[in-house]
């Protein structure tokens, strides 16, 4: 409308179309359809010119363009359907120009596809945040590491914790996504800022929210009572729309773009400690796209000092958990085992580590508490969560069987030496079985027993038992003689020989 404005003045100062045409406004025969039209409208006597919008609509027919078709048109469908399969512009026209012979540049298939992203625009809204008021967390994978020292291959995660306000941010590569990684991450950022957000902005990873919902999600149990610790508000986005957290998710592109590319890793402290050293000098320090300032300087002389405190005494790092105890009466946690009590097998339990104990709760109750194993396949076992039988055999070692045997006699003290004696089999219960007679028999008829059966050279259990349920160890036994030799092993016997015949002279 400039134009057509500047037009319709210099036909009212009296210049002809070729001297509009050579000031470069409009071409001469475009001039004669607008002095027409103008003419027509009474546009050049000297009255005011109406508004643009009804200006246009009186120039209306003559300022359309008519549309050219677009070579593309015959494979419409065809170039939908790759586009909605997410096929970059450049490969869509390799194809078309491979299996339909398309003859076309690829500018023309760069217009139609930039018509179709118009026809899917969804408008947005920037949100604005104060001071310390947010963060946006976000994890996303990382580079692989090959450890020079050990020759491992590292799978990474790179977590961001991002301020909202002066856009400064903290990144941290680790190797999992546990809740345990995430609450030390959570940590590390508040430590890093030197305070804590009022409200923390994430997805719904698993080991933040155990179950997505745009209205009720549930806040997975450990993170819940790390951000009671610290003080700040958990605002999980709606599923499937990470938009609500723009900042972050820029901020981790700009690291995959900016610092991963055309670096090299020792291990994972080396990648950290250089990821630290970027982020404060470099991506601290640019003049951000859109706030036009350096984000380490909005940071600390605007929005730390609106931040909370961190407190005095760092919080407990506590992992909460379902646990189930099995038939043998431990909960598996982390490759290391505990114990419960044996009247819970088969229960689930709730399980509460921290980086020192870790405590078995059913409902409200506290069960039992353990010392934190590190070490795959350890055993912390407490001797009254096993069952009575159980427990008997474990406490009754052979230390044990040997004193409760002195007690009893001399005689029932040698027999339980002779079992453990034997070099092949493993007499334990044996002689648990042998002390235990005493208890229905009394120890006097056991040392009886034991006296017998060691007299007859038969020191076994089922020689004890049998000695006591006959009532042999009361019936007197004497020393039965020595049998005689046959006569062949007499001294007068045929082919005995002195001893002076043998010697060899």
């Known amino acids: 409308m400039h134009h057509y404005r500047q037009v319709i003045f210099r036909m009212r100062m009296g210049q002809s179309d070729r001297a509009i045409a050579k000031s470069g406004l409009m071409g001469r025969i475009k001039c004669a359809e607008v002095r027409a039209v103008a003419e027509r409208n009474g546009l050049l006597s000297a009255v005011p010119l109406p508004e643009d919008q009804i200006l246009g609509k009186l120039f209306e027919i003559s300022t359309e363009r008519a549309a050219q078709p677009s070579l593309i048109e015959p494979f419409e469908s065809q170039v939908k359907q790759w586009w909605q399969e997410g096929i970059c512009g450049t490969t869509i026209h390799r194809a078309l120009n491979s299996h339909y012979g398309f003859a076309g540049s690829y500018s023309s298939v760069r217009r139609f596809l930039q018509k179709l992203d118009k026809r899917n625009i969804q408008a947005s809204c920037v949100l604005d945040f104060e001071p310390g008021e947010a963060a946006q967390v976000d994890f996303r994978t990382g580079p692989t590491i090959t450890d020079v020292f050990t020759g491992e291959v590292l ?298 059966a060691l007299h007859f050279d038969n020191p076994r259990y089922r020689a004890v038992k049998t000695i006591l349920e006959k009532g042999l160890d009361q019936v007197p036994f004497k020393e039965e003689p020595q049998p005689a030799l046959a006569s062949v092993y007499q001294a007068s016997g045929r082919f005995i020989r002195k001893r002076s015949e043998l010697q060899v002279h």
């Open 155 to 452: 799978k990474t995660w790179i977590f961001v914790m991002t301020l909202c306000y002066s856009h400064h941010q903290y990144a941290e590569l680790v190797l999992d996504q546990t809740v345990r990684t995430w609450l030390c991450s959570h940590r590390h950022a508040f430590e890093f800022f030197n305070g804590i957000p009022c409200k923390v902005i994430i997805d719904n990873p698993k080991c933040a929210i155990t179950r997505a919902c745009y209205y009720d999600p549930d806040v997975q149990r450990s993170y819940g009572d790390l951000a009671e610790a610290y003080g700040f508000l958990i605002s999980p986005c709606p599923p499937r729309d990470p938009k609500k957290k723009g900042r972050v998710e820029s901020g981790v592109k700009y690291i995959k773009r900016s610092f991963l590319p055309l670096r090299e890793f020792r291990s994972l402290r080396d990648a950290n400690e250089q990821l630290q050293r970027w982020v404060l000098e470099e991506a601290g320090n640019r003049i951000h796209g859109t706030t036009r300032q350096k984000p380490l300087s909005v940071f600390a002389e605007t929005e730390k000092v609106f931040l909370k405190l961190l407190p005095d005494v760092a919080p407990e790092m506590a992992v909460w958990t379902h646990a189930k105890v099995h038939a043998n009466c431990h909960v598996q946690f982390e490759k290391a085992y505990y114990s419960a009590p044996f009247s819970l097998v088969h229960r689930k339990l709730w399980l509460k580590a921290t980086e020192k104990t870790v405590k078995l709760c059913k409902d409200f109750e506290l069960v039992a508490v353990h010392p934190r194993l590190y070490t795959p396949g350890r055993h912390a076992t407490v001797d009254e969560h096993l069952p009575p039988e159980a427990l008997a055999y474990k406490l009754q070692d052979p230390q044990w069987c040997l004193k409760q045997a002195e007690l009893v006699g001399e005689h029932c003290h040698r027999l339980i030496r002779r079992l453990f004696s034997n070099r092949v089999l493993d007499n334990l219960r044996a002689a648990q079985g042998v002390i235990r007679l005493g208890k229905k028999y009394g120890t006097g008829r056991l040392e009886e027993a034991c006296e017998r």
